[in-house]
C-alpha cells in the first residue's frame, strides 16, 4: 500500500483541494463529458485535505458512502478504477483561520448522504457541492447553471437520461451548482503538483 505522510509529501498543507480524475463508470463518464472546460482537466471527484499527526486525511463526499474522511491513499485508490489521475491545487489567498474554519466544517458533515440528484436544496452533498459549501462564506468558489448535455451536440448524455430517469425526476438543466473540473479552473486556485 502507497504510504502518504508529510515527510514523504511536504507540499500537501491542510486546505488544500485535491482533484481526482474521470473514474471508469457510467456516471464518472456522464459527468466528465458535459463539464469539460477549455483547459486540460477531466476531474470528476474533489476532497479536501487535512494534515493530522503527520499524515493526510482527505474529507469528501463519495457515491457509494457519503461524506467521509479516508487517509490520502484510500483517496488515490479506487476498486473500480482502470487509471485517473490526482492533482493538488491550494488556494491562493486563504488565511489560517479560513482553513481551520473549513475543516471544522468539513468534520460536522460526516455522516450525511451523496446528493444524487445534484440539486442545491435536496438532501445531502455531491462531491463539489461539498467542498463549495465548506469555504462558501470566503467566496472562494461560484456556483454556475449546470448543464447536464454534451458540448458538441447540445443533447443530453445519455448516462444522465438514465441517472435521472431512475430517480423519477426531470433533469436540472440551467440550476445552480458547481462541478470539479469547474473548480479546478477557478482564479481562486493555484496548482501545486500531480500526486498520481
Same mark, same amino acid.
Given at each position: 500500500?502507497?504510504?502518504?505522510s508529510?515527510t514523504n509529501?511536504?507540499q500537501?498543507?491542510s486546505?488544500?483541494?485535491v482533484?481526482?480524475g474521470?473514474l471508469?463508470?457510467n456516471?464518472?463518464?456522464?459527468?466528465?463529458?458535459?463539464?469539460?472546460?477549455e483547459?486540460?482537466?477531466?476531474?470528476?471527484?474533489i476532497?479536501?485535505?487535512? $494534515?493530522?499527526?503527520? #499524515?493526510?486525511?482527505?474529507?469528501?463526499?463519495?457515491? @457509494?458512502k457519503?461524506v /467521509? &474522511?479516508?487517509?490520502?491513499e $484510500?483517496?488515490?485508490? #479506487?476498486?473500480?478504477?482502470?487509471?485517473?489521475?490526482? @492533482?493538488?491545487?491550494? /488556494? &491562493?489567498?486563504?488565511?489560517?483561520?479560513?482553513?481551520?474554519?473549513a475543516?471544522?466544517?468539513?468534520k460536522s458533515?460526516?455522516?450525511?448522504?451523496y446528493n444524487?440528484?445534484?440539486?442545491?436544496?435536496?438532501k445531502?452533498?455531491?462531491?463539489s457541492?461539498?467542498?463549495?459549501e465548506?469555504?462558501?462564506n470566503d467566496?472562494?468558489?461560484?456556483l454556475?447553471?449546470m448543464?447536464?448535455?454534451?458540448?458538441?451536440?447540445n443533447?443530453?448524455?445519455?448516462?444522465w437520461?438514465?441517472?435521472?430517469?431512475?430517480?423519477?425526476?426531470?433533469?436540472?438543466e440551467?440550476?445552480?451548482g458547481c462541478?470539479?473540473?469547474?473548480?479546478?479552473?477557478?482564479n481562486?486556485l493555484?496548482?501545486i503538483?500531480?500526486?498520481?
Amino acid at each position: 500500500m502507497l504510504s502518504v505522510s508529510c515527510t514523504n509529501r511536504p507540499q500537501i498543507k491542510s486546505g488544500d483541494i485535491v482533484f481526482r480524475g474521470a473514474l471508469d463508470s457510467n456516471l464518472s463518464e456522464a459527468i466528465n463529458d458535459v463539464t469539460q472546460t477549455e483547459k486540460s482537466t477531466n476531474y470528476t471527484h474533489i476532497g479536501i485535505c487535512d $494534515v493530522v499527526d503527520g #499524515s493526510v486525511v482527505v474529507y469528501h463526499s463519495d457515491l @457509494d458512502k457519503g461524506v /467521509i &474522511k479516508e487517509p490520502l491513499e $484510500v483517496f488515490i485508490s #479506487s476498486e473500480d478504477t482502470v487509471s485517473f489521475n490526482v @492533482d493538488l491545487y491550494r /488556494i &491562493k489567498s486563504i488565511k489560517s483561520n479560513q482553513i481551520e474554519n473549513a475543516i471544522a466544517i468539513a468534520k460536522s458533515l460526516i455522516g450525511n448522504p451523496y446528493n444524487t440528484t445534484y440539486i442545491l436544496e435536496d438532501k445531502g452533498y455531491y462531491c463539489s457541492e461539498y467542498i463549495y459549501e465548506l469555504f462558501k462564506n470566503d467566496s472562494v468558489f461560484t456556483l454556475e447553471p449546470m448543464s447536464f448535455k454534451n458540448s458538441e451536440t447540445n443533447t443530453f448524455h445519455k448516462g444522465w437520461i438514465t441517472h435521472y430517469k431512475n430517480l423519477g425526476i426531470a433533469i436540472p438543466e440551467g440550476k445552480l451548482g458547481c462541478n470539479p473540473n469547474g473548480m479546478a479552473n477557478s482564479n481562486a486556485l493555484i496548482f501545486i503538483k500531480k500526486i498520481q
